[in-house]
């Protein structure tokens, strides 16, 4: 049964982030259920000093726990060439953190922030869940 709710923020600055948000937004509605994905846009780095990169807010269920939905993230990154060089050096293929997980806040710094929080009040504002 799907009844594991996830909010998961999605991340990309290389030169094909366009591309990989796309291929990441498959990925990952082809694992949860009743998928609804927010636009993709634009946001200046955090650090302000990066590039530019494209988000996308994705809220879906899914049947496995926490840790295996983490995992499934987290090796999808590694599978887009991200490695811990790279995201020491600020350059990032595909960045995937669960924010929120069943009503709970796990990531409350990404929750704050911009690049998550537009998408999930468009998320919001059209009524994909509600608000805890």
């Known amino acids: 049964m799907d009844n594991n709710s996830c909010t998961i923020g999605l991340g990309s600055n290389t030169p094909d982030r366009e591309y990989q948000i796309k291929k990441a937004i498959e990925h990952i509605c082809g694992y949860l259920s009743k998928c609804d994905i927010s636009s993709v846009y634009e946001s200046p780095a955090f650090n302000g000093k990066d590039k530019p990169y494209l ?31 790279d995201t020491l050096e600020g350059i990032i293929p595909i960045d995937l953190d669960l924010v929120i997980w069943n009503q709970h806040i796990k990531r409350p710094k990404d929750f704050e922030r911009h690049y998550f929080n537009q998408g999930y009040r468009e998320l919001l504002s059209k009524g994909s869940y509600e608000i805890m």
């Open 55 to 85: 988000n996308a807010v994705i809220h879906g269920y899914a049947s496995q726990d926490y840790d295996s939905v983490i995992k499934f993230l987290k090796d999808w990154e590694a599978s887009c060439g991200r490695t811990q060089v």
